[in-house]
């Protein structure tokens, strides 16, 4: 697979950190990402670090914990990655879907959606709403009391801001340009991505 174009806005290089993006970096040292202050994605959000930590803390809620269950929280942001077609999100969560241990099996389903028969009713019933949500910003009567027979308050809204977060995300990554690093580019060039145009 091709290197991606170069970034419209290039990452903070490290002899351009300051405190304040060491100290944003550091909030993501968890377990979240290893080498936080290497990944593209952080490096472009520390040209702004008040606006990074702003972010950053509700992102890092919705990875570390959201009340969702992980594989239902990442067939909702791979949708939406597919869908936005944001290839550097769609390439990460690849890695992070299988650092949680759940199965490649999914990606391609995820690609083709909620008609494919690899899911159960409640899968594919959340991929529905997280349409819903990116093309019309609210999720249908039908698909809400779908949701909301499965899962509590908490869960209703951790979903919602997942998808929005996502959504903001997508946008800020396709916009940007951030590039992906060889590992992602291989698991894209294995499992596929969607046409950036």
């Known amino acids: 697979m091709q290197p991606d174009k170069p970034a419209r806005l290039p990452q903070v290089r490290p002899e351009d950190f300051t405190d304040e993006t060491r100290a944003f970096f550091a909030q993501w040292s968890t377990g979240t990402f290893r080498d936080a202050d290497a990944n593209p994605v952080l490096r472009t959000y520390a040209h702004h670090p008040v606006l990074a930590n702003a972010a950053s803390a509700l992102n890092i809620h919705l990875l570390t914990t959201s009340t969702l269950p992980v594989k239902l929280r990442q067939i909702a942001i791979m949708r939406t990655a597919w869908i936005t077609k944001a290839v550097y999100m769609w390439s990460s969560h690849l890695q992070t879907s299988m650092s949680c241990g759940l199965s490649p099996d999914m990606f391609?389903?995820?690609?083709?959606?909620?008609?494919?028969?690899?899911?159960?009713?409640?899968?594919?019933?959340?991929?529905?709403?997280?349409?819903?949500?990116?093309?019309?910003?609210?999720?249908?009567?039908?698909?809400?009391?779908?949701?909301?027979?499965?899962?509590?308050?908490?869960?209703?809204?951790?979903?919602?801001?997942?998808?929005?977060?996502?959504?903001?995300?997508?946008?800020?990554?396709?916009?940007?340009?951030?590039?992906?690093?060889?590992?992602?580019?291989?698991?894209?060039?294995?499992?596929?991505?969607?046409?950036?145009?």
């Open 108 to 197: 391609g389903p995820v690609q083709r959606g909620a008609d494919d028969p690899w899911f159960t009713d409640f899968e594919r019933t959340v991929i529905r709403a997280t349409e819903e949500l990116v093309h019309d910003q609210k999720v249908s009567d039908d698909t809400w009391h779908a949701l909301a027979a499965e899962w509590n308050a908490k869960q209703l809204l951790d979903f919602l801001f997942t998808v929005g977060a996502y959504v903001m995300i997508a946008g800020m990554m396709r916009s940007t340009g951030a590039e992906r690093q060889p590992d992602l580019l291989a698991l894209a060039a294995l499992y596929g991505a969607p046409a950036d145009d």
